[in-house]
């Protein structure tokens, strides 16, 4: 019996969010967005070098596990009494990506590529601070961790989701639910097929089983000179650079995210084309070309157009309400009036907003499309939009971030006190280039294109 059959769902509104989106779009998007990438890529899980790193360490980790010969001795039995403990699997993955990290930077001047490389920017104080030979703690506290909350913040915590959804492994770690058997299956396979991983796991295995056996505490805590020679090459061989990584794993994780099929296949393609045309595409010609693309897939399914479009069709609303926003936060004082002359200054009117917001108010398919906080936050901008002055809209839109920044816990950034709007944070110049038009939300686009240069690595 598993425990997931007896836990809610996932609450959106729930989701932290920074002092970066005053009007609270980030759930609507990220929504329709993950409508297509599924969770396969987030805003901080992107990286095919990472990726590859935090499979490795968890397929150390499985094989750890499964392993009933083996278990904690000595000392590490003294920390950590059963390898089944939580704690024990934490500090594992920590210890591993310490390793890692501390390797790679090892190597900086032999031509591997730091950027990605997450933690690096804490590493490097410690590392010149102890004269390139830093303490490497094995534990599961703080004092183990070069980042912050390492587990949730590093590697593993980043592309934690991810992989889930993927169906590596549970919340707890926990690698033996049904649907993990023939995904580790092809995870195994495939990493016995680059020599790179396969040399790198095998050193890895030796050197945890090595430390599960230690007789005296000191030995938990190696300094990164005691830390096996082959083990640290192994690791700058097997990651060096993003695109050398992702020219040995780019069918496996092609597969395994199912990336280039349906709507994301379809982004996937038109991307790809873009790279071979070397064209730069905008993200609404993407999305306009995508739309184009999957129509022209049998096995394209309706669902999976309908993500597509319901983008299109929302985002050029969504884009006007930022402008509005910002158009309001150009000048540290301004009135209503002022602010009347910069909207028709740019060729709109009161009645540009109702206008978008009523067609998407009759697009039912659209508006059934997105829940919880999304939906909540949809509608109310919808709601908004459609008052018929201009005036109007904008105490509406201002009210709507008032509220949202009240849940939050944070002032607002615009105030109004009669006809006077008032700026309480820097002014924001507008792009002297932005067209009225202009896509501001990227539904994963960045984070999708960062992943697929380091998939199509060497060639495209």
């Known amino acids: ?4 059959k007896f836990l809610t769902e996932y609450d959106d509104s729930l989701t932290g969010e920074l002092n970066v989106d005053p009007l609270g779009q ?4 990220s929504s329709w967005g993950q409508d297509i990438f599924h969770s396969r890529i987030t805003s901080i899980a992107n990286d095919v070098r990472q990726y590859t790193l935090n499979l490795l360490h968890h397929s150390v980790l499985r094989q750890i596990l499964v392993d009933e010969k083996l278990q904690t001795s000595g000392a590490m039995k003294g920390l950590y009494p059963k390898k089944q403990l939580q704690e024990f699997r934490v500090a594992c993955l920590i210890h591993l990506e ?6 790679m930077l090892a190597a900086e001047n032999r031509g591997v590529t730091l950027t990605g490389v997450q933690g690096i920017n804490k590493a490097r104080p410690k590392w010149n601070a102890s004269n390139k030979n830093p303490q490497i703690f094995f534990g599961h506290e703080k004092s183990s961790e070069l980042l912050t909350n390492q587990i949730a913040l590093g590697t593993n915590g980043r592309y934690k989701s991810p992989m889930m959804k993927m ?4 919340a707890d770690y926990h690698y033996d639910l049904p649907e993990n058997k023939p995904v580790w299956q092809a995870a195994e396979a495939f990493i016995r097929n680059v020599p790179e991983l396969k040399e790198l796991h095998a ?5 945890m089983q090595s ?3 230690v007789s005296h505490k000191r030995d938990l805590n190696p300094f990164y000179e005691d830390i096996p020679v082959g083990l640290k090459k192994a690791y700058v061989k097997a990651f060096r650079d993003p695109k050398m990584v992702g020219d ?11 990336l280039d099929k349906y709507a994301a296949g379809a982004i996937y393609r038109v991307l790809k084309q873009e790279r071979s045309d070397e064209l730069e595409l905008t993200d609404a010609e993407v999305f306009k070309r995508a739309m184009q693309e999957a129509k022209s897939v049998p096995e394209m399914n309706e669902s999976d157009l309908m993500a597509l479009q319901h983008i299109s069709q929302a985002e050029p609303f969504l884009s006007l309400i930022d402008l509005m926003f910002s158009g309001l936060r150009r000048q540290s004082r301004q009135t209503l009036a002022e602010f009347r002359q910069f909207w028709q200054s740019r060729g709109l009117t009161e009645l540009d907003l109702p206008q978008r917001a009523a067609q998407l108010l009759e697009n039912d398919v659209l508006l059934s499309s997105l829940s919880g906080t999304p939906d909540r936050r949809f509608r109310q901008l919808l709601a908004l939009a459609s008052m018929p002055s201009l005036e109007d809209q904008v105490r509406g839109l201002l009210d709507y971030h008032h509220k949202i920044m009240e849940t939050r816990g944070q002032f607002p ?3 109004l006190e009669g006809d006077d709007i008032l700026l309480q944070v820097p002014p924001c110049s507008l792009r002297e280039d932005r067209q009225n038009s202009d896509w501001v939300n990227r539904y994963y686009l960045p984070q999708f294109r960062h992943l697929l240069n380091g998939l199509w690595g060497h060639s495209a």
């Open 211 to 213: 430390l599960m056996q």
């Open 98 to 103: 310490n390793i890692y990290i501390y390797s």
């Open 413 to 415: 950034w615009l105030m």
């Open 248 to 258: 040995y794993s780019r069918e496996f994780w092609l597969q395994r995210t199912g």
């Open 203 to 207: 050193a890895a295995i030796t050197y």
């Open 26 to 29: 980030l759930v609507i998007w």
């Open 167 to 170: 169906q590596f492994f549970s």
């Open 1 to 4: 019996m598993y425990i997931e």
